[in-house]
């Protein structure tokens, strides 16, 4: 039922796309329908919302840009929510048949929620590994990269165990996991 959405295949896929500058404004989107278009939409906005937010702390612009900045902000915000929702709401239609158990467990985090803190894991660690090349760049070098790194490496992958144990014990009738609007 789930064989498509696989938390090994969600990092790769942000991986993959963060390997191409920009990517986000670059790229046209490549899922047209279904989970994956959400997916692609929730790390497409979060990578438009990490780029305005580097945006936002710049001192040496405008006030005006800053403000363009913040709107910005607010708008990819509400999309990439807008995008975690409809991630829950297609594996939730996938479940309709799902016989769930009584005792299923009620899961705090939704696999939505999920994709979306593996696409801001993605985020952080891929700025961790330009890290270097910034380095060179005549850049501040961030304190202890190696050591958060691997911190970030850790946390995405047992965010990514997490996600694909939720979406198998859903499949099984022994988790479940609510969408509250």
């Known amino acids: 039922m789930f064989d498509d959405v696989r938390a090994s295949s969600i990092v790769a896929f942000h991986d993959t796309a963060l390997q191409t500058k920009q990517w986000a404004k670059v790229i046209p989107p490549r899922h047209a329908s279904g989970t994956w278009k959400y997916i692609e939409l929730d790390h497409r906005y979060n990578s438009l919302l990490s780029d ?7 001192r040496d612009v405008p006030d005006a840009e800053i403000a363009r900045s913040v709107r910005a902000i607010d708008s990819f ?33 939704t696999p939505g ?10 985020l952080k660690i891929h700025a961790l590994r330009v890290a270097p090349a910034a380095n060179a760049a005549g850049q501040a070098p961030p304190a202890q990269p190696g050591a ?19 979406l198998q014990e859903a499949q099984a009738g022994t988790a479940r996991f609510k969408l509250y609007r």
Do not use: F, H, N, Y
């Open 52 to 58: 305005e937010q580097a945006a936002a702390r710049r």
């Open 77 to 109: 915000t509400q999309k990439r929510d807008e995008a975690v929702e409809r991630i829950d709401e297609s594996l939730l239609m996938r479940l309709g048949a799902v016989t769930r158990r009584p005792d299923a467990r009620l899961s705090s985090d």
């Open 113 to 122: 929620a999920m994709c979306d803190r593996l696409s801001v894991l993605a």
């Open 148 to 166: 958060k790194l691997e911190k970030l490496i850790e946390q995405r992958s047992d965010v990514a165990a997490c996600l694909d144990a939720l």
